[in-house]
């Protein structure tokens, strides 16, 4: 395989293809993937992890393409770990926690994600009722994943 994408690759891919989306609040979505790599950063990733923080939310959004993840120039462990974090459509919360608990890196970068998700001045941009659906949301997935 070529030599992986850097870190510094992967976050301009990932930011040109969120580009132009926003967060519930309205605010670029590039912020959220920022966060979220920093996050992992932080709680001592490593640079595949930091990598699928990056990542994590592409494909799912439909703004990279699994084939894309397939054929890039990442490691295995990358891909393991966006895969994990991809939720399917109508997928329970319960085999896609279970998937994230079952493979290596996985769990890190979705604790980093939530982290940023339930931060109180991101959700505080929220309505009432969007802000109460979200917070038992994660509350939950976090109990699922075993991060309680």
């Known amino acids: 395989m070529p030599q992986s994408l850097t870190l510094s690759e992967v976050e301009a891919i990932a930011r040109a293809a969120h580009q132009g989306q926003t967060d ?3 605010r670029p979505y590039a912020e959220h993937l920022a966060a979220v ?7 001592g990733g490593t640079d595949e992890q930091i990598a699928a923080g990056w990542l994590h939310d592409a494909v799912e959004d439909h703004a990279l393409t699994l084939e ?11 891909r393991d770990i966006v895969l994990a974090l991809t ?14 608990r079952s493979t290596p890196g ?12 339930t931060d109180p001045a991101r959700l505080a941009d929220l309505d009432e009722a ?15 994943l075993g991060l309680e």
């Open 24 to 26: 519930k609040s309205g």
């Open 130 to 144: 969007t802000r109460t659906r979200l917070i038992a949301k994660y509350a939950r997935t976090r109990a699922l």
């Open 37 to 43: 790599a920093e996050g992992v950063r932080s709680r």
């Open 106 to 117: 996985a769990l890190l970068v979705k604790e980093a994600d939530l982290a940023h998700n």
């Open 87 to 100: 939720k399917g459509e109508g997928e329970d919360l319960e085999s896609y926690t279970r998937r994230i």
């Open 68 to 78: 894309w993840l397939q054929t890039a120039a990442l490691h295995q462990s990358v």
